[in-house]
């Protein structure tokens, strides 16, 4: 794989100087360009038709700095830039204000050399939000690659790549109801005791593509458990890596099921266990962490964006937000009013994403359901802060 499957932060000189010595040649997933992007409309679009080029096929990688010769890579001659920041902005702002929709995922790396000059290492993920179009300048171009470069779509292959595109999004969708449906059935990995659960899934666009498989072994050195677990049970099982907390042998509170394809599910019920009440800090608190944890074994398999998040309440009917003695009676705290809260999906661009952040609105919907506005959780700036209020928390 093209420079051993490293992160691109970790490529540096040594790395470019493989290519040259395996001779690596430009095609699908690789292009060399001796000169940086220049301002001028034409270099501008096709530096667009490059980016969306990739993007449309299989990604790849953009290379600026690299002398080539019928394509393949000669020398490192690496450039001149004295503001190598103000440079990566142009760049991002070329590709954000000259592509639809926004390609997620995109990394403008800087690499400095031994001379002292620099690579400009672009790498542009395979998108799932298909096709993508360069609009600058009302272009309106579409654009894929094969082993010969980059070409122009035609009529059928951009109505292909709709069609994908579409279709990810269902199988999605059909993904999550199957798998809640087998939980509610008590078709699990593991039994779960018979009340509210919260079910947690990440699901990466990728994992549909049929050649997608991860080394799950990689996570033994450091397993992560499930919501509001440290140190659990692990077994291999016909999905992938299964990680469990036991309360005896016949029932557990929780798992996290880590499929092979990089979806992770993770099913939780104690924090749902007292008094048909969801506790207003702890169930938000417990989430926030597990994501962050989850996220960072998915970065370690090598899961890239985008990825879905997706958290759902099972069997909750009844169910109310268990808030403190001040807050308990002010007539705003009502019962769930079905059995199942199927909260709509979100889609992160990069698994650095701050969880407090992007889960406010989910966290928002599960309050609205018991007749609150918001979560009280956060503050008046929209920052995550259960000190600020003395919420029930277990």
Same mark, same amino acid.
């Given at each position: ?52 080029? $990739? =993007?449309?096929? &299989? +990604? /790849? ?6 002398? *080539?010769?019928?394509? !393949?890579? @000669? ?67 579409? $654009? =894929?690659?094969? &082993? +010969? /470069? ?6 059928? *292959?951009?109505?292909? !790549?709709? @069609? ?231």
């Amino acid at each position: 794989m093209l420079f051993g499957n490293k992160e691109i932060k970790n490529i540096d000189e040594s790395d470019l100087q493989s290519l040259i010595d395996d001779q690596v040649s430009e095609g699908k997933i690789i292009d060399y360009k001796e000169e940086i992007v220049g301002n001028a409309d034409n270099d501008k679009k096709e530096f667009l038709a490059d980016v969306s080029s $990739f =993007s449309n096929s &299989s +990604g /790849g990688y953009l290379i600026y700095g690299i002398k *080539e010769s019928n394509g !393949l890579p @000669t020398e490192i001659v690496g450039l001149d830039i004295s503001n190598i920041d103000a440079e990566i902005n142009r760049l991002e702002n070329i590709i954000r204000d000259g592509i639809e929709p926004r390609i997620p995922g995109i990394i403008v790396q800087s690499i400095k050399l031994q001379t002292l000059k620099t690579i400009i290492l672009i790498h542009i993920p395979r998108s799932w939000a298909l096709p993508h179009m360069v609009t600058f300048k009302g272009a309106s171009r579409f $654009f =894929s690659r094969n &082993s +010969g /470069g980059k070409y122009p779509l035609d009529v059928n *292959e951009i109505r292909t !790549l709709f @069609t994908v595109s579409s279709t990810l999004v269902q199988n999605i969708k059909n993904f999550r109801i199957e798998r809640l449906s087998k939980i509610v059935s008590q078709e699990t990995p593991l039994s779960l005791a018979k009340i509210g659960k919260i079910v947690l899934h990440i699901i990466p666009f990728t994992s549909f593509d049929p050649t997608i498989r991860f080394d799950l072994n990689i996570l033994r050195s450091n397993l992560p458990g499930p919501i509001g677990t440290t140190l659990p049970d692990y077994r291999f099982n016909f999905d992938g890596l299964l990680t469990y907390f036991a309360d005896n042998v016949s029932n557990h509170s929780s798992y996290l099921q880590i499929f092979n394809n990089g979806i992770i599910e993770a099913a939780e019920s104690y924090l749902l266990s007292y008094d048909n009440g969801i506790p207003a800090v702890a169930y938000e608190k417990e989430l926030i962490t597990a994501i962050s944890k989850f996220l960072k074994a998915q970065k370690k398999l090598g899961v890239s964006a985008p990825i879905v998040i997706a958290l759902s309440l099972v069997d909750v009917s009844g169910y109310h937000m268990t808030v403190d003695n001040s807050q308990r009676y002010s007539g705003k705290n009502h019962q769930i009013d079905r059995d199942s809260l199927i909260i709509p999906e979100i889609v992160l661009d990069d698994l650095d994403s701050e969880p407090t952040e992007f889960m406010k609105p989910i966290f928002d919907t599960i309050w609205n359901a018991t007749g609150w506005e918001k979560s009280l959780n956060y503050d008046e700036h929209g920052k995550w802060n259960s000190g600020n209020w003395s919420g029930f928390l277990r």
